[in-house]
């Protein structure tokens, strides 16, 4: 099992930065890829951005720019740091894994609220 706990999540202002991370624990070692979603009120989870064990990223079309997720390993957190924020940005934000196969593993969500 691959456990995640994400933190770094809070209040800004528009144009502010936050910066979250996930801190994975278990069978870290068969994590091939790890992401990040939104999910804001009334709304599904949405892509935000990921990241190959090999440093491959993808970002959605709505953060390129401004969010960037860093390499991870079995020791370090995946980060994802987020600049020039804007209100759409706000909602709960979780950390998912990719692990052996075809397996999932999702955390507990942080909140991002930013207010204009």
């Known amino acids: 099992q691959v456990q995640l706990v994400e933190s770094g999540g809070g209040s800004v202002q528009a144009g502010g930065s936050l910066r979250l991370s996930c801190a994975a624990s278990g069978a870290t070692d068969t994590i091939h890829r790890m992401s990040w979603y939104q999910q804001a009120p009334g709304r599904q989870r949405e892509f935000v951005a990921s990241i190959t064990q090999g440093g491959s990223t993808n970002y959605a079309n709505s953060v390129k720019g401004r969010f960037t997720i860093s390499l991870f390993n079995a020791e370090k957190p995946v980060t994802l740091q987020m600049n020039n924020l804007k209100p759409e940005d706000s909602g709960v934000y979780f950390c998912?894994?990719?692990?052996?196969?075809?397996?999932?593993?999702w955390g507990q969500g942080t909140q991002v609220t930013v207010s204009s």
């Open positions: 998912n894994a990719d692990w052996d196969l075809d397996l999932q593993s």
